[in-house]
Nanobody, 121 residues
Framework: QVQLVESGGGLVQAGGSLRLSCVAS????????MAWYRRAPGKQRELVAT??????NYKDSVKGRFTISRDYAKNTVYLQMNSLKPEDTAIYYC????????????????WGRGTQVTVSS
């Protein structure tokens, strides 16, 4: 199994910054892709950013403000969030496509429990 644990959320004023971290642990053989999603109050979960083999993609509304990065040695993905806006308020979830030593060629989708980000105006 693979466990994902997020950290770094909190309360920040508009225009401020936060850095989210997500550490993957367990019987990891390989992680193909990692991503950040978010769910705002009353809304569906949406994809914020992905990183696959070093290539990154972002939701349009966060381009130029958010940066996703990955430390392969530490099995950790980060989300640097700058110029935060009240509409960025959400629970942020880490996601990974990973295989385990039990099934090294079979990739499954794993989720963290989320970290709350609140941006005040």
């Amino acid at each position: 199994q693979v466990q994902l644990v997020e950290s770094g959320g909190g309360l920040v004023q508009a225009g401020g910054s936060l850095r989210l971290s997500c550490v993957a642990s367990g019987s990891i053989f390989s992680i193909h892709a990692m991503a950040w999603y978010r769910r705002a109050p009353g809304k569906q979960r949406e994809l914020v950013a992905t990183i696959i083999s070093g290539a990154t993609n972002y939701k349009d509304s966060v381009k130029g403000r958010f940066t996703i990065s990955r430390d392969y040695a530490k099995n950790t993905v980060y989300l640097q969030m700058n110029s935060l806006k009240p509409e960025d308020t959400a629970i942020y979830y880490c996601n990974a496509g990973a295989s385990t030593y039990a099934s090294p060629k079979s990739y499954s989708n794993y989720w963290g429990r989320g970290t709350q980000v609140t941006v005040s105006s």
